[in-house]
């Protein structure tokens, strides 16, 4: 099988690295439009050769869409104006409302599989490829029932031969819960090194003191503008209606804490402390 | 040197186990008003003996504090009031404004070292001890000038045969800087937790989608409560300060999403990315 890596990123170039390692694909071509990006992923062998969007949908039986979710829907509609009914596009966005909303009417729907692998680490580019990513980790698959059963299948077979456990929703429904438990961390995430660096500004020791709470809590503030921005508002609603609720959270805290309401506080946290069972 | 460590949770169980590791301690004794804590930390090896806080006050040349941060000042009193100008007594809380104040006219202040190493972990009680813990980490030393020079030298000398780097600091400082660093780290995942849950209510699907960055963020909202009240409470002003400041940030974000500033949110997000000079 040859695939075809559109976005040679943290994403494609990881997905790239595991359909080698599983065997899955005996040759995977990139597409990128960062100079940079494509001779950085022939350097680190993410992929067999750097080719133009055009070519690469010509050649390639899978077709994955791996850049920021701003630019996939447009990428769909291209890549299946041109796939044969014997190919299939995948995307790995985060987001799923706005893509299965754009590519509905379009004649080869059916060649499409929209899916949103729940991995990823603060770091971009080519680069920040794992070997090993996405083993163990959940992989949504939206709206199955408009891919045909061949592609559907083919794309399930993949996740399952890398480890992943499949899981399937409506678009709107997975980007209610990618709000819940991705983007409102990156958020509140970028919300607390914002908060620091206001202080840090005034004081210097805050280099001084990182402790591995504040490390963990705040890693993901290190990620990318470009791929998080059309995220926030791509599933505005949906973030904005999370981040209502946060922020509604923390004032609560606040409440608690001005007046010195240390039952109230033991209960949130006692309550909070009920994550565990979604931690494991 | 013996000594006894008062409080054989996470912090004082994972102390013993470095005085041990690192040759510091021949014996090292414990306290803990909690009977299963006193029998699990015997049973685990932390500690050679359990004894009464009068016994191992009387018998340590180093007495070491590590209880929820509210006992600290009135334990350290008692402490004081008991040893003698040979013995050294030190905490190892993660506040100290109200403990220097507490202890500040007593004739054996002298013999006190106030100390904050800056680690921990989301878990509590003996169990929760951790072999190779505080090594490579900070630990800030308050007010080094109220305390006698050869206790002083001493539990520095101690930090850093276990591998810590010494930072001084004034108690109000360290107290405003702990706020930054650890404590709003903590509320904000407990409201995290909280945010979750609450949604988590009419929908069943959060539980399989724990993606890695999720865990990250929300990781400390497992700690507990009765390590936590306290801190929020007795570090009240700094903690209002910051969660103040941290609320503001995120409303910011809303604003930024609710008018569609991609640019805005860019700014925001390439800013917060210098918190890696931070995390190094």
Redesign the interface.
Known sequence: MNAAIVGVGLIGGSFALSLKEHGIADRVVGVDNASDNRSRALELGLVDAMLSFEEAVEEADLIVLATPVDSIPMLAIKALNKISSQQTVMDMGSIKSELCEVIEQHPKRGRFVATHP?????YSGPDAAERGAFTG??V?VCNGGQSDPDALDSVIRIYEKIGM?I?H?DAE?QD???A???H?????????????????RE?D??????????????????????T???I??RN?YN??D??????H???V??RM??R?D?EG??A????????????K
Chains 1, 2 share one sequence.
């Not at 409102?184 to 840090?200: R, W």
């Not at 020791?205 to 470009?226: C, M, N, Q, W, Y």
């Not at 999370?242 to 922020?247: G, N, T």
């Open positions: 729940m991995w990823g680490t603060e980790r959940t949504i456990n899981l929703m429904e209610l819960h990618s819940y438990v991705s409102i961390s990156h958020i509140t995430s970028f919300a607390l090194a914002l908060t620091v660096l206001e202080k840090e004081e020791h805050i280099f001084d003191l990182a402790s591995s709470g504040f490390e963990s809590t705040v890693r993901l503030a290190k990620s990318s503008p470009k998080w921005t059309p926030f508002l505005k973030v904005l999370v981040l209502r609720e946060h922020i959270q923390l004032q805290f606040r804490i001005e010195d240390a506080l033991t949130a946290m006692e309550h909070a402390n009920l994550i565990r069972k979604i931690l």
